[in-house]
């Protein structure tokens, strides 16, 4: 509920141009975020690995999205766990101890993380501290101002949850942010499902590389001819069967690693045969002579395809010892060029025709894909077993080109197997020629090619999918960019009429002219029928209308009166809601009850009504009416009636505000007077006490440090000395135990050797807190509230020690100390006065620089010189500097008595306080103080109520 309270004169124009210029950045702000979500969208589409994509999402929706805070946390066996964040504008400190506190369970987990993920819904908490839920330590303020979680969900289901907030913002989490976010969850979610989808098939694709590797060493170690797989780069052979080792007469273990070149007769050839490899991919049946281990010659038929192993080029060869055939009869020359084709295609699809056509050889690859066994289709001609109607008629004329001698060739077709499934084949086609020189057999090679087609059609499908996807959301983009650009138009139209009502002026005691003003453009501005201005009466018991215009007749009546008892649930709305927006007015149930008497008579189907707020008090309602068809009310149309409403109540509030002031202004100028006068008696009585009550206060408190610190020191100090005794007793029983030359002595030395170092810096640490109590309770000086003999070294340093922090960056303290005694003095009022100028001089040498203290003794006085080379203070301010009140530091920054007080200290020790000062050089401040004050005390001292020493004051 926003209540609007009294405003100075002349506010109004300025508060309406502020919302109009807000609006217009909202926009704006909106149109950078729905661009930035479109850049998320393309950029996701590029990551290909879901690890990555999680690591990038906390800081995609913090950069995205303009939130302060992205954390992303997935569901791992029914819990969530933190995943990844983006805390960029937090300490890394903050960032590491949430981190660790989270992953550790020392975080408790609030309950709306598991309501968004079991849910499947987005929570929206607009103030962590107002849910009474939220996990917090009592009495524990929240600094988050709002948080904002919503599911991730991937292949349709939640898993895992996103948050966003706003921590650093000045302006509050809209509808519009949740709307973001969740399409921001959505587009990531689209993007796991697309990783998941390529890993799925990457992952296939490798699965079928690795079997095709297996299989391919399996078809040589079957293969009953010798063959071998070599690298094509440097001959190396990879892997040899049983029968080439018997072949050249060498273990098989023997031949792997050796190159192929120690096995060519010449060898020479092996770069002419790999230039014929490279050139047709495929070799057959090349006579070559090569050598056994011992040398000899060796006749061989070799055939050779290149291809890949482990994802490296190699060779793939078949050799056929023909030393014993050379000169044999050309009747065994028709089984050894089958053979050698039969070789050449190890591990794939065989089928020898003859030239009718039938299948006369069938090997086993065959039978496994198409599930027939070669005696089922056995002289049967191939292309009435496997060929699909509407490829026969090609496959056939394939068939007699073979025929005709014109081989080699390929192509590729389905084949139907034998439970009516198909399978894609790729063919490389030859024949076996007669010593006639005609075609006697045709002899088909084949790969089934089904899988790697199935994986690059789902891989394109896929691909399809995304792009469909991107431009869908693209069009949506679109689609949200155009009604932005209408609802601006709206608010354009809006925010001028605010600013016209806002220059209008309101007149002095009649509201007439301005309420006629306001009906009428809202009526225009809204395109409704009736807008009327209600106001309460005799309390909250019943509303008159004001005004109460229609837009069709542009008439004007007034004294309509309703009942709060007549319409309790609308009366009870007004005072709790900020809008009521009415999209069907007569089945809402804040609005029904007027639906007899007053909707159907009047025709009116939509109401949107903003209460008015006078003085901190629901005062009345601005009630715009709709007639038609029922209207969805916008989120700028309720906020402009807001503004009306608004409006209306800072005319009223002027009106009760003028009548007021002029009673006010009598008051006011009595009271001036009489505050002035009293101003200038309090302010040095309030300064002294100020002080007294200040440094009273530093000395309970001190005293409260010191004892509670002094406690837990000494428990420390005393467990530390016993801890190092009972060290040192376990040292020298562990020295009496083991054995110097064991293992576990060295060991032992170099623990005992951390405990040791350990000792040493508690020790340190425990001296150092020590003399930081000491030393404050030295500064406030609780028992030296009397004259007494005191060090003024010593005061000098423990002022140094309580502001510490302040000089430890940049600036250099020089100490030179002289030979002065201790002296009689008030130790607590001087380390005011030291705190006083040494505060001053580290404020005027600002980041770099140097302080310097000398003291020294001059005859029987004491003197203290604290110098800087900061700013320097002008001539003309230096005759004032002690005056009360005086001060160069500006409104808000010094009171001008810090001086004062020191001047007024200095003379109650009988002593006198100088300065010196040059612009731009530096300022010496130097202070003479008698050393005989406790024998010739006179009227020195300190009056009887600045017995405890007053508190110091950190400017002038």
Not at 633 to 648: G, H, I, K, M, R
Request: net charge negative; proline share 4%; glycine share 6%.
């Amino acid at each position: 509920m926003h209540v609007f309270r009294g405003r100075e004169p002349g506010i109004l124009p300025r508060g309406v141009e502020g919302m109009k210029t807000k609006r217009t950045e909202r926009l704006e702000y909106v149109n950078r975020q729905l661009a930035a979500l479109n850049q998320v969208s393309n950029y996701l589409t590029q990551i290909r690995d879901e690890e990555r994509l999680f690591d990038e999402v906390p800081k995609l929706l913090a950069q995205s999205l303009d939130f302060d805070r992205g954390i992303l946390l997935l569901e791992e066996a029914g819990v969530l766990r933190l995943r990844s964040l983006c805390f960029e504008k937090d300490p890394e400190e903050l960032v590491r101890n949430f981190e660790e506190r989270v992953r550790s369970g020392a975080e408790p987990m609030p309950p709306h993380l598991r309501e968004s993920f079991e849910e499947n819904r987005t929570v929206f908490v607009p103030d962590l501290n107002a849910d009474p839920r939220w996990p917090r330590k009592p009495g524990e303020h929240i600094r988050t101002r709002a948080m904002l979680i919503t599911p991730l969900r991937a292949q349709n289901r939640p898993i895992g949850v996103l948050i966003g907030n706003m921590q650093h913002h000045s302006r509050d989490m809209d509808p519009q942010d949740i709307a973001r976010c969740e399409m921001f969850a959505t587009i990531v979610g689209l993007a796991i499902d697309n990783i998941r989808a390529y890993k799925a098939l990457e992952t296939r694709a490798v699965t079928k590389a690795r079997q095709a590797d297996e299989q391919l060493r399996a078809i040589v170690e079957a293969a009953p001819t010798p063959t071998l797989v070599s690298r094509i780069d440097d001959g190396k052979i990879i892997f040899a069967n049983e029968h080439l080792s018997r072949l050249v007469d060498l273990k098989a273990e023997e031949l792997v690693g050796r190159s192929t070149s120690d096995f060519y007769y010449f060898p020479e050839e092996r770069r002419s045969l790999l230039d014929r490899l490279r050139r047709d991919r495929v070799l057959r049946n090349f006579e070559l002579r090569l050598k056994r281990a011992d040398g000899a010659p060796l006749w061989t038929l070799i055939s050779m395809v290149a291809g890949e192993l482990g994802g490296e080029p190699v060779v793939i060869a078949g050799i056929a010892d023909i030393s014993e055939r050379k000169a044999a009869e050309e009747a065994l020359q028709l089984e050894r060029n089958f053979v050698s084709a039969v070789l050449d295609t190890q591990g794939a699809l065989v089928v020898v025709l003859d030239t009718s056509g039938r299948v006369v050889r069938f090997n086993r690859a065959c039978e496994q894909v198409t599930g027939y066994a070669f005696d089922e289709i056995k002289d049967r001609p191939f292309w009435e077993v496997f060929l699909l109607p509407e490829e026969t008629e090609r496959i056939r004329g394939v068939f007699e080109q073979l025929r005709a001698g014109n081989f080699p060739n390929s192509a590729e077709n389905c084949w139907q197997t034998k439970n009516r499934g198909r399978r894609l084949i790729s063919w490389s086609n030859t024949a076996i020629v007669g010593t006639s020189g005609q075609v006697e057999h045709i002899i088909a090679t084949g790969i089934d090619i089904t899988d790697q087609r199935n994986a690059e059609d789902a891989l394109r499908r896929a691909h399809d999918l995304l792009e469909r996807r991107v431009t869908e959301r693209t069009a949506e983009l679109a689609a949200v960019n155009e009604r932005l650009r209408e609802s601006e138009k709206r608010l354009r139209k809006q925010n001028e009429v605010l600013a016209r009502l806002a220059r209008h002026q309101v007149p002095n005691e009649d509201l007439t002219a301005s309420l006629r003003m306001v009906t009428e453009a809202a009526a225009e501005t809204l395109e409704v029928e009736r807008v009327g201005i209600w106001l309460c009466k005799k309390g909250f018991s019943r509303i008159v209308c004001l005004d109460l215009y229609e837009r069709s007749t542009r008439r004007h009546s007034h004294d309509h009166e309703l009942s709060a008892a007549d319409y309790p649930a609308y009366f009870k709305a007004l005072g709790e809601q900020r809008v009521i927006a009415a999209h069907d007015a007569r089945n809402d149930p804040r609005t029904r009850e007027f639906t007899d008497s007053y909707l159907t008579p009047l025709r009116i189907t939509s109401m949107l009504d903003a209460p008015i707020w006078v003085d901190g008090r629901m005062a009345g309602a601005i009630c715009h009416e709709h007639i038609g068809e029922v209207r969805h009310w916008t989120l700028e149309e309720e906020q402009f009636s807001a503004s009306l409403a608004d409006y209306v109540t800072l005319a009223i509030e002027a009106q009760h505000r003028r009548r007021a002031e002029a009673e006010l202004q009598l008051a006011h100028d009595e009271l001036e007077k009489r505050v002035e006068e009293r101003t200038i008696q309090l302010r040095e009585t309030q300064a002294q006490l100020v002080q007294s009550e200040k440094m009273a206060a530093l000395g309970m408190l001190v005293a409260g440090i010191a004892h509670e610190i002094n406690t837990p020191i000494g428990a420390i100090r005393s467990m530390h000395d016993t801890l190092q005794r009972a060290v040192q007793k376990l040292e020298s029983t562990l020295e009496s135990v083991c054995c110097p030359d064991a293992p576990e002595t060295g060991a032992i030395q170099s623990f005992m050797r951390i405990i040791g170092e350990a000792n040493q810096v508690i020790a340190s640490g425990t001296a150092r807190v020590t003399e930081i109590v000491r030393r404050l309770r030295s500064f406030a000086r609780l028992d030296e509230a009397e004259l007494k003999l005191a060090d003024v070294r010593e005061g000098l340093e423990d002022t140094l020690a309580l502001i510490h922090h302040e000089l430890k960056h940049g600036i250099t303290v020089r100490r030179n100390y002289g030979d002065v005694p201790p002296f009689a003095c008030y130790p607590g009022r001087l380390n005011q006065v030291f705190l006083n100028i040494l505060i001053n001089a580290r404020q005027a040498v600002g980041g770099q620089g140097e302080i310097t203290i000398t003291t020294y003794r001059r005859g029987n006085n004491a003197c203290i010189e604290i110098a800087d080379n900061g700013a320097g203070i002008p001539p003309e301010h230096l005759a004032r500097i002690f005056d009360p009140g005086f001060t160069t530091k500006g409104v808000g920054v010094g009171t001008g008595l810090g001086l004062s007080i020191c001047y007024r200290i200095v003379q109650d020790h009988r002593g006198e306080i100088k300065v010196a000062s040059q612009v731009g050089v530096g300022t010496r401040f130097t202070i003479v103080l008698p050393m005989d004050l406790d024998k010739n005390p006179g009227d020195a001292g300190i009056p009887e109520r600045h017995s405890v020493a007053e508190g110091p004051r950190l400017s002038s």
